[in-house]
């Protein structure tokens, strides 16, 4: 089956700034797509290209198997922008309709009310939304359309992690219907929940793509041990292969019982010690050296 998506080796220059150099991806159909990285990577100069708001200097994209002219193309998705500006004194209903009469075979209002949980605002006026509940009234206007494709920009930045789970809850119930999503954040636990595949950005380009889980197994083995930072006896740390980063002392083992019991014999204090599976944020910090929220 052709990929909803194809990206050719897109390039975006502006001036001497290459913003997105040489990226190249498919999302397959039904998939929930994440493009990963910290801010300036890149990806919302992407996105905008993939949404047709922004030409690429270089590259190809091609949609359910041909290139597509905007026009033709706003008819199959849906577009969540990281800002919108709403029109004024309108309600979330009068939003909600005057978006429908954009598009002739729209949604039902009850269907993208109980898509993106609006019943309780459905009469508010939106200057009076949370950051949540804008959220939620946005994304029910990238679904108007009933898209087979939805681009989300950062779709949680800036909410409360309540507001952000409940948004990722909406977010599951619309691939769920059978819906492809690209969207793109540098919430690596966002990725993680959310996306079946991830490709992961840094300065324009990108530098690891696969599943989460799949990316996770081929670069980590064993867990990752974080404990206060602490005087450790060279040996052992250099057996150990230890380091030392944000006040932390950490290590990557297959041996974790081996490494604390040693760790205890040195009279080490285990205070704070926390064994975790390693995260997406690990990867970013082994591919590049950073932090993913640097
Ligand atoms: N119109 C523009 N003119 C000049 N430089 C730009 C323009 N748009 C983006 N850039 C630069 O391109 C790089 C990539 O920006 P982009 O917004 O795509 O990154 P991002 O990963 O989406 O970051 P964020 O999470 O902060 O939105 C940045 O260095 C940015 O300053």
Known sequence: MEPVIKVESLTKRFRDLTAVDQV????PEGVCFGLLGPNGAGKTTTIEILEGIQRPTSGHVLYFGRAMQARELYQDIGIQ?????LQDRLTVRETLRLFQAFYDHPLPL???IALCALEDIITRDTRRLSGGQRQRLLL????VND?????MDEPTTGLDPQARRHFWALVEAIRARGKTILLTTH???EAEHLCDQIAIMDRGRIIARGAPEALLRE?????MVRMDDARVPADLLARHAGWHQDGQLCFQTEQVETLVTELI???VSLHHLQVQAPNLNDLFLQLTGNALRA
Do not use: I, K
Request: a negative charge; zero cysteines; charged letters at 10%.
């Open 81 to 85: 922008f990281q800002h919108t500006a």
């Open 24 to 27: 190249s991806f498919s999302v």
């Open 219 to 223: 670069h980590f083995s064993g867990v």
């Open 187 to 189: 919430y690596m636990e």
């Open 110 to 112: 009850e269907d993208l």
């Open 147 to 151: 898209p087979r494709l939805v681009f």
């Open 265 to 267: 014999a040195a009279g």
């Open 140 to 143: 029910a206007l990238a679904l």
